[in-house]
């Protein structure tokens, strides 16, 4: 009888302990998975990768006439630069909105980048043709300026200041159309559209 009360006791103890440990355990994993998201999001300090606040990488692209385009021709606008696939679920849901928002700002200080990772121009046409598509895309099919711009998945998205500088770096996809998102776009090319003009010769054809 003196020793019911220690048993029920180290129960109870024991019991909770075991309620406790998943508890503390998901809420470690949640914390961890929230800095890689938080990192992910703005990639500041990691060598090798692109981050906010740093310089975008210049490269050259062909588009779908044969003309090589560089990224440094779009100095002094706001570049939109996306990775996509037209195999990638997301890019699909992505791109009608990505669509909507080239059409509202394509007249300004603002260019549009889609950088499909597909092998072949036949499936990127198909592709927009099924989805009534017309903003300007480039195939990587090398995956060079994925390389580059060290993408892990589709899509992606870095948007590039006119001084060539990474101003925001997105994961995933984006309701494009969402007055927030294009709130903030519109504020970054009144930013553009508020420096001196840029030469001629510097801006993409």
């Known amino acids: 009888m003196v020793l019911k009360p220690f048993v029920v006791q180290t129960g109870l103890r024991y019991n909770s302990d075991m309620r406790i440990k998943p508890i503390l355990f998901f809420l470690i994993v949640g914390a961890i998975a929230g800095l890689f998201v938080y990192r992910e999001r703005n990639r500041v300090g990691q060598p090798g990768v692109v981050s906010v606040g740093q310089q975008a990488p210049d490269f050259a692209i062909k588009d779908e006439s044969g003309k090589l385009v560089k990224l440094s021709d779009s100095k002094g606008k706001l570049v939109f630069l996306n990775f996509w696939a037209t195999w990638c679920e997301p890019c699909i849901e992505e791109m009608p909105e ?52 060290k993408v892990r998945g589709y899509p992606e998205t870095f948007i590039i200041d006119g001084k060539g500088s990474v101003v925001k770096y997105i994961i995933g996809p984006q309701h494009w159309s969402d007055p927030k998102l294009v709130s903030m776009i519109e504020t970054m090319v009144k930013e553009q559209e508020a420096n001196p003009a840029v030469p001629d010769e510097t801006r993409l054809r």
């Open 98 to 149: 990505m669509q909507t928002l080239n059409e509202k700002f394509k007249d300004r200080k603002f260019q549009m980048m889609a950088i499909s990772v597909d092998n072949s121009w036949d499936v990127v046409k198909d592709f927009y043709d099924k989805h009534n598509l017309g903003m300007p895309t480039f195939l990587d099919p090398g995956q060079q300026v994925r390389s580059l711009y």
